[in-house]
């Protein structure tokens, strides 16, 4: 069974920092390509950002690039997502991928409010 868990939200005030990890068991992790998606009230959910598999290649949202970083740990089945100069706009639920080709597995989401 494919498990993908993720932990490190919370409430932040503006310019803090949040890191979120996201566990996963069930998969080869080192196959996987993972990604962070965030989706806020009334909006659609987006694409935060990607890393590849062997950790070679990433991407960000135009909104969070010089702010946000992914990285990977494949001994540690383990993708985290370090988000620096928070700011309200940043307030969503954030959930970790892991794709395959066509599969995409989702995690349960972790709330992230950015608020004095």
């Known amino acids: 069974q494919v498990q993908l868990v993720e932990s490190g939200g919370g409430l932040v005030q503006p310019g803090g920092s949040l890191r979120l990890s996201c566990a996963a068991s069930?998969?080869?992790?080192?196959?996987?390509?993972m990604g962070w998606y965030r989706q806020a009230p009334g909006k659609q959910r987006e694409l935060v950002a990607a890393i590849t598999a062997n950790g070679g290649s990433t991407d960000y949202a135009d909104s969070v690039k010089g702010r946000f970083t992914i990285s990977r740990d494949n001994a540690q089945n383990t993708v985290y997502l370090q988000m620096n100069s928070l700011k309200p706009d940043d307030t969503a639920v954030y959930y970790c991928?892991?794709?395959?080709?066509?599969?995409?597995?989702w995690g349960q989401g972790t709330q992230v409010t950015v608020s004095s």
């Open positions: 069930g998969i080869r992790f080192s196959t996987y390509n």
């Open positions: 991928t892991a794709k395959l080709w066509t599969i995409t597995h």
